[in-house]
């Protein structure tokens, strides 16, 4: 008692100090604009059950990592994002990071194909190569995997609206390299609710967006068993403003709901599960977005196990890859976005990630060029093997702080599941726009506080140089790249069995039609060489395309 009570007036003691003394004219506020109290104690956590919330590194519920021994047994994979211009130059940028100690390989694509058009699409003009690499058939992805084993290395995919036939490619491409299915390791992206919620890249209506989905969780966890088939992204829900929490919440809602309707479908949970994983953005906040990360591993648990019934603890991992943000970085002292970039990165460790993607210096301006793309990557290696933070797990778990943050973190996830619940589900929310507008409040609000100074942006809105001159070299992409893209897509259709590629895509329609699995047929198409844009207008004419209605 003797010893609470001297506590107490050591508390109160601080507590005099703090309150008499001079403080800084600042928000004193997470990235998300959450108010901190000064100082975290054991009060803050009056409810705390170590074993409970917290736990072991691998075991439920994963508060503190998803393997016993964490890095101690196995680095996370280095992944950096690459693509640009055509198959050949991103051929050469792969074997280029594969040659300076990158892990696994990560594939962007240009904005055509995400959209599912072909090259020589009309509104393809101008944007060929231009933001990641165009493929328009499977002469394409031969040619970005080019004397690289599929078998031996892990490779992810940023693709959603057209992810069942791009990964269809990557598959024929196996097949041609001899390599078997099941020896196939990676991510596809393949989030199409992140889509319509934030980055509005899709191509047809939710429902048949989800069905193509299903299908390939069916096909893979028989045919593909080590390839994850889908990566449930909060990554460009972050970046379009939201805050952390609501990149939280909305990202495991879109992952109950791809639960959902793979069970609807006659999955059995335990059977896909294991091959989901996360994508989640690392910003500047450095504690509040370790708390995101925990917190997530122990919220997809207990609703896989409690709520969804799995029984495989596999099933109740939340795996994950990290990126830096993206919008953190400034076109303005460029050279600044390597120490954001190493701060959000470490960040992601201590927050658990299994791979990591570092942004370059100079992604504000350009794809990144190959000594931007280098830096990126050294900077995971002095983390990895420098910073001593790999060593233990979970070095941050038990901090009064970072504990009491994970909570708030959780509990404000929760929050967000009964609104989604009361108002019909992610895809009625979407419908009504309401993850949509929650994000548009919290990005304009952020913008406030950097316009009016509150929250600084260095180099933009605190210490400016006004003289700046641009001083690093950016990568441009040949403008070349197009018309010679153009000539390999109209070589491929002049060479290709056009009699077989009609047969397949109008079996195709026709399935997409019924009920069959839509990804066998899309295997036949893309074998024959029929076309990105030839396969999207075949199940246009089947399931019709979306448009958003306005909400503001």
């Keep these: 008692m003797t010893k609470k009570r001297d506590d107490t007036d050591k508390k109160a003691l601080w507590r005099q100090h703090y309150e008499q003394g001079r403080l800084r004219d600042a928000d004193f506020t997470t990235l998300s604009g959450q108010e901190l109290e000064p100082l975290y104690t054991p009060d803050h956590l009056a409810d705390f059950d170590p074993v409970r919330d917290l736990g072991y590194p691998g075991q439920y519920p994963y508060t503190r990592g998803v393997h016993a021994s964490m890095y101690r047994g196995r680095l996370w994979t280095k992944r950096q994002f690459a693509g640009m211009g055509n198959a050949e130059q991103t051929n050469r940028r792969f074997r280029f990071l594969l040659e300076k100690g990158q892990t696994g390989l990560s594939v962007a694509f240009d904005n055509p194909t995400l959209y599912g058009r072909d090259s020589d699409h009309p509104l393809s003009l101008g944007e060929v190569g231009k933001t990641g690499v165009a493929v328009d058939t499977l002469a394409d992805m031969e040619?970005?995997?080019?004397?690289?084993?599929?078998?031996?290395?892990?490779?992810?995919?940023?693709?959603?609206?057209?992810?069942?036939?791009?990964?269809?490619?990557?598959?024929?491409?196996?097949?041609?390299?001899?390599?078997?299915?099941?020896?196939i390791r990676g991510t596809l992206q393949n989030d199409i609710l992140k889509e319509f919620i934030a980055q509005k890249e899709?191509?047809?209506?939710?429902?048949?967006?989800?069905?193509?989905?299903?299908?390939?969780?069916?096909?893979?966890?028989?045919?593909?068993?080590?390839?994850?088939?889908?990566?449930?992204?909060?990554?460009?829900?972050?970046?379009?403003?939201?805050?952390?929490?609501?990149?939280?919440?909305?990202?495991?809602?879109?992952?109950?709901?791809?639960?959902?309707?793979?069970?609807?479908?006659?999955?059995?949970?335990?059977?896909?599960?294991?091959?989901?994983?996360?994508?989640?953005?690392?910003?500047?906040?450095?504690?509040?977005?370790?708390?995101?990360?925990?917190?997530?591993?122990?919220?997809?648990?207990?609703?896989?196990?409690?709520?969804?019934?799995?029984?495989?603890?596999?099933?109740w991992l939340c795996r994950f890859h990290v990126q830096t943000a993206g919008c953190s970085l400034t076109a303005q002292q460029p050279e600044i976005n390597i120490v954001r970039t190493a701060l959000e990165a470490l960040a992601a460790v201590l927050g658990g990630c299994q791979s990591l993607h570092t942004n370059s210096m100079d992604e504000a301006l350009a794809l990144p060029s190959e000594k931007a793309v280098e830096i990126a990557l050294r900077t995971q290696q002095v983390i990895a093997f420098e910073s001593g933070v790999t060593n233990i797990a979970d070095p941050l778990g038990g901090s009064y702080f970072i504990e009491?943050?994970?909570?708030?973190?959780?509990?404000?996830?929760?929050?967000?599941?009964?609104?989604?619940?009361?108002?019909?589900?992610?895809?009625?929310?979407?419908?009504?726009?309401?993850?949509?507008?929650?994000?548009?409040?919290?990005?304009?609000?952020?913008?406030?506080?950097?316009?009016?100074?509150?929250?600084?942006?260095?180099g933009v809105n605190h210490f400016v140089n006004e003289q700046e001159k641009l001083e690093i070299p950016v990568l441009e992409i040949d403008e070349n790249v197009?018309?010679?893209?153009?000539?390999?897509?109209?070589?491929?259709?002049?060479?290709?069995?056009?009699?077989?590629?009609?047969?397949?895509?109008?079996?195709?329609?026709k399935a997409a039609a019924g009920r069959d699995n839509l990804t066998p047929h899309l295997l036949e198409c893309v074998r024959v060489y029929a076309s990105v844009g030839e396969i999207t207008d075949s199940l246009i004419e089947v399931f019709g395309t979306y448009r958003e209605p306005p909400f503001y």
Aim: net charge neutral; charged share 25%; proline share 5%.
């Design 482 to 509: 197009e018309p010679d893209q153009l000539r390999r897509l109209e070589e491929t259709r002049r060479d290709r069995d056009n009699n077989a590629v009609r047969l397949r895509l109008e079996a195709l329609a």
């Design 404 to 458: 009491t943050l994970t909570n708030r973190m959780e509990e404000q996830a929760e929050e967000y599941f009964a609104k989604l619940e009361r108002l019909g589900g992610v895809v009625a929310a979407i419908e009504q726009g309401f993850p949509q507008k929650e994000i548009t409040r919290a990005a304009y609000e952020y913008q406030k506080a950097i316009s009016r100074g509150r929250k600084y942006h260095i």
């Design 143 to 183: 040619i970005v995997f080019d004397r690289i084993p599929l078998g031996d290395v892990s490779t992810s995919m940023t693709i959603n609206a057209p992810a069942a036939w791009i990964f269809a490619m990557f598959l024929a491409t196996a097949e041609k390299q001899g390599v078997p299915f099941d020896r």
């Design 202 to 315: 899709w191509i047809f209506p939710p429902q048949p967006h989800l069905r193509l989905i299903t299908d390939l969780m069916a096909f893979c966890s028989e045919h593909v068993p080590q390839y994850n088939t889908i990566s449930i992204s909060g990554y460009h829900i972050r970046e379009a403003g939201s805050t952390a929490a609501q990149e939280l919440a909305f990202t495991l809602a879109d992952g109950f709901t791809y639960v959902e309707k793979a069970i609807e479908a006659g999955l059995d949970v335990d059977t896909f599960a294991p091959r989901l994983s996360f994508f989640f953005n690392s910003h500047l906040d450095f504690f509040e977005e370790i708390a995101k990360l925990r917190a997530a591993r122990r919220i997809w648990a207990r609703h896989l196990r409690e709520k969804y019934g799995a029984k495989s603890p596999r099933s």
